[in-house]
């Protein structure tokens, strides 16, 4: 008995010793192993290059940068290739334009992602790129003196290759109105150039190409206002403040459209600045992508051809005379997002007819829908708290108009010239302390 107990005690002192064995011998992985894991490749899910539409000249060259997502894709690998070399060739997202016509150019990932940009050649331009035709003004920078041009002195050169100096100076910008309503065709602004002001070439009706050397840094609101015919911009691709894409201007940093000759907005942009649409009399209808937060000054202001507009939720704003003068413009949504409609927003609208109000709205502008003549339908809805002045005036053919009890605050002369044949309804039972005096001044309708 004593023995069993003793071979029991030894096979339990002997178990520990075992397991311990048993793991040395059947773990075939050495402390020192140092095999690697095995990678896994993360494939590109998309392409995109920063121009899909260029316009050069003969011998013209422009690089296409590629960007290629995720960011931590495995192989970046693109390959290029020109529908027609003959027009046009690359080589590793550099274009060298050979003859005129047209080609497309093609970017593909390792897994055949791809993405196209159309190139058109034209002609070479003869760009007058003497100094002599400007005027310019000199101004001092860390004790530095350059130029900066003012205006022409004639304009019998169609064809402008500004000058990187001027009598020993640098040019270093181009001021506020300096080429306007110029006749001017073709523009290259050169790399020493880093300020171009405000509506420098505004009203340049015949202007229909502009190259901008990758020196520039500010650009000026309103830059080509009025350009109607202008359908080639072109950014060294070495500019790091701007891009123009979907023949769209587009600042990098803040994504704010500068200007467009086109009818679609990238649905990157939050910002439409001030004046890019302005005046554009061949925009007939517009996107607004959901990715805007901003509607500038002025944005489209004169668009005469303009026929209806819906402002999505994403809007916060509406900048002063965004709209002000689109006289074919029908019909409005605002949707619930937008928060304040400025001054002078849709004045002179004379064909608008119908608008919608949302709900987000707290505060509409002075002269807001003045002169809109042939509005027939308006609902105000419930948040409204300010009305400014003259913010109804001259809408003749609006028959009634109902304001919230939410109103409590109201400028004067609101509905100036409205008729007896016109009814407004005010759902509070008495004049709120911050209505104006006169917000019914010059008005006969039944109250």
Same mark, same amino acid.
């Given at each position: 008995?004593?023995?069993?107990?003793?071979?029991?005690?030894?096979?339990?002192?002997?178990?520990?010793?075992?397991?311990?064995?048993?793991?040395?011998?059947?773990?075939?992985?050495?402390?020192?192993?140092?095999?690697?894991?095995?990678?896994?490749?993360?494939?590109?899910?998309?392409?995109?290059?920063?121009?899909?539409?260029?316009?050069?000249?003969?011998?013209?060259?422009?690089?296409?940068?590629?960007?290629?997502?995720?960011?931590?894709?495995?192989?970046?690998?693109?390959?290029?290739?020109?529908?027609?070399?003959?027009?046009?060739?690359?080589?590793?997202?550099?274009?060298?334009?050979?003859?005129?016509?047209?080609?497309?150019?093609?970017?593909?990932?390792?897994?055949?992602?791809?993405?196209?940009?159309?190139?058109?050649?034209?002609?070479?331009? @003869?760009?007058?790129?003497?100094?002599?035709?400007?005027?310019?003004?000199?101004?001092? @920078?860390?004790?530095?003196?350059?130029?900066? +041009?003012?205006?022409?002195?004639?304009?019998?050169?169609?064809?402008?290759?500004?000058?990187?100096?001027?009598?020993?100076?640098?040019?270093?910008?181009?001021?506020?109105?300096?080429?306007?309503?110029?006749?001017?065709?073709?523009?290259?602004?050169?790399?020493?150039?880093?300020?171009?002001?405000?509506?420098?070439?505004?009203?340049?009706?015949?202007?229909?190409?502009?190259?901008?050397?990758?020196?520039?840094?500010?650009?000026?609101?309103?830059?080509?206002?009025?350009?109607?015919?202008?359908?080639?911009?072109?950014?060294?691709?070495?500019?790091?403040?701007?891009?123009?894409?979907?023949?769209?201007?587009?600042?990098?940093?803040?994504?704010?459209?500068?200007?467009?000759?086109?009818?679609?907005?990238?649905?990157?942009?939050?910002?439409?600045?001030?004046?890019?649409?302005?005046?554009?009399?061949?925009?007939?209808? +517009?996107?607004?992508?959901?990715?805007?937060?901003?509607?500038?000054?002025?944005?489209?202001?004169?668009?005469?051809?303009?026929?209806?507009?819906?402002?999505?939720?994403?809007?916060?704003?509406?900048?002063?005379?965004?709209?002000?003068?689109?006289?074919?413009?029908?019909?409005?949504?605002?949707?619930?997002?937008?928060?304040?409609?400025?001054?002078?927003?849709?004045?002179?609208?004379?064909?608008?007819?119908?608008?919608?109000?949302?709900?987000?709205?707290?505060?509409?502008?002075?002269?807001?829908?003045?002169?809109?003549?042939?509005?027939k339908s308006v609902t105000i809805e419930e948040g409204v708290t300010s009305i400014g002045?003259?913010?109804?005036?001259?809408?003749?053919?609006?028959?009634?108009?109902?304001?919230?009890?939410?109103?409590?605050?109201?400028?004067?002369?609101?509905?100036?010239?409205?008729?007896?044949?016109?009814?407004?309804?005010?759902?509070?039972?008495?004049?709120?302390?911050?209505?104006?005096?006169?917000?019914?001044?010059?008005?006969?309708?039944? +109250?």
């Amino acid at each position: 008995m004593k023995r069993k107990i003793s071979i029991l005690i030894l096979v339990m002192l002997m178990l520990p010793l075992a397991f311990f064995l048993g793991g040395c011998i059947f773990d075939s992985k050495d402390d020192n192993d140092n095999t690697k894991p095995e990678t896994v490749e993360i494939l590109p899910q998309s392409i995109s290059l920063n121009q899909t539409e260029l316009n050069l000249i003969k011998n013209e060259t422009f690089t296409l940068i590629a960007t290629i997502l995720p960011n931590d894709a495995t192989n970046k690998t693109v390959t290029w290739l020109s529908s027609s070399p003959s027009v046009a060739t690359v080589n590793n997202g550099l274009i060298t334009a050979v003859n005129v016509g047209q080609t497309t150019i093609t970017a593909q990932t390792s897994n055949n992602k791809t993405q196209t940009c159309v190139v058109n050649v034209s002609e070479e331009i @003869d760009y007058y790129t003497g100094s002599d035709i400007y005027y310019y003004e000199i101004e001092t @920078d860390n004790n530095q003196d350059y130029c900066v +041009i003012t205006g022409l002195k004639n304009n019998n050169y169609k064809n402008l290759e500004i000058p990187s100096k001027i009598d020993s100076y640098d040019v270093l910008g181009i001021g506020y109105y300096a080429f306007g309503e110029e006749d001017i065709e073709n523009v290259k602004i050169p790399n020493s150039v880093t300020t171009i002001g405000d509506t420098a070439f505004g009203m340049c009706s015949s202007l229909t190409r502009v190259t901008i050397g990758s020196g520039v840094t500010s650009i000026g609101s309103g830059v080509f206002v009025g350009c109607d015919s202008l359908t080639s911009i072109t950014i060294d691709s070495n500019n790091d403040k701007y891009y123009c894409v979907n023949k769209c201007l587009i600042e990098k940093t803040t994504n704010t459209l500068l200007f467009c000759y086109g009818n679609e907005i990238p649905s990157n942009v939050t910002t439409i600045g001030e004046g890019a649409f302005a005046y554009c009399k061949n925009l007939t209808s +517009i996107t607004i992508p959901n990715s805007v937060i901003n509607i500038g000054r002025q944005a489209f202001n004169g668009c005469t051809n303009l026929t209806n507009i819906i402002i999505p939720n994403s809007v916060t704003a509406i900048g002063e005379s965004a709209f002000s003068g689109c006289t074919n413009l029908k019909s409005v949504t605002i949707q619930k997002g937008v928060k304040s409609i400025g001054d002078f927003v849709f004045s002179g609208c004379t064909n608008l007819e119908s608008v919608t109000i949302g709900e987000g709205v707290t505060s509409i502008g002075e002269s807001a829908f003045s002169g809109c003549a042939n509005l027939k339908s308006v609902t105000i809805e419930e948040g409204v708290t300010s009305i400014g002045i003259y913010a109804f005036s001259s809408c003749g053919n609006l028959t009634s108009i109902t304001i919230p009890n939410s109103v409590i605050s109201m400028g004067k002369k609101v509905f100036y010239n409205w008729t007896p044949q016109q009814t407004i309804n005010c759902r509070t039972s008495s004049k709120p302390e911050g209505w104006s005096s006169d917000w019914n001044s010059g008005c006969s309708a039944n +109250i």
